[in-house]
């Protein structure tokens, strides 16, 4: 499984969660708030592997400068839309965010240490 289908599974994944928390709460700001936070939690994870592939390229340095200040730019936007005019719940975006963050990464670890020869 590569990152792309990964995330997608993970965004899936965020949206029966958001169905559940809808179910539990009855809060839509909750049901939109997780899978909210996961896109930004798989904005993070994809622009990073893509990146760390291309820093040995002449210009590394500076894709990783410029990638860097539009996913600030990026975020800074997100959360003043989500957040800042009460679109979602925070707690929630904060927690669809750490979740899918946490999962793809292990879930990289575990396909990709095993190649590796890193211990998952």
């Given at each position: 499984?590569?990152?792309?289908n990964?995330?997608?599974a993970?965004?899936?994944?965020?949206?029966i969660?958001?169905?559940?928390?809808?179910?539990i709460?009855?809060?839509?700001?909750?049901?939109?708030g997780?899978?909210?936070?996961?896109?930004i939690?798989?904005?993070?994870?994809?622009?990073w592997?893509?990146?760390?592939?291309?820093?040995?390229?002449?210009y590394?340095?500076?894709?990783?400068?410029?990638?860097?200040?539009?996913?600030?730019?990026?975020?800074?936007?997100?959360?003043?839309?989500?957040i800042g005019?009460?679109?979602?719940?925070?707690?929630?975006?904060?927690?669809?965010l750490t979740?899918?963050?946490?999962?793809?990464?292990?879930?990289?670890?575990?396909?990709?240490?095993a190649?590796?020869?890193?211990?998952?």
């Amino acid at each position: 499984m590569n990152v792309r289908n990964l995330s997608l599974a993970m965004f899936a994944v965020s949206i029966i969660a958001g169905g559940i928390a809808f179910l539990i709460t009855g809060s839509p700001r909750v049901a939109v708030g997780v899978p909210a936070g996961a896109i930004i939690g798989i904005v993070t994870v994809a622009t990073w592997g893509w990146l760390l592939g291309r820093l040995q390229d002449r210009y590394g340095v500076l894709l990783f400068a410029l990638i860097t200040v539009g996913k600030l730019a990026f975020y800074a936007g997100a959360f003043y839309i989500l957040i800042g005019r009460g679109l979602v719940n925070p707690f929630a975006l904060a927690g669809g965010l750490t979740g899918t963050v946490m999962a793809l990464l292990v879930f990289i670890h575990l396909k990709d240490g095993a190649r590796t020869g890193i211990p998952a």
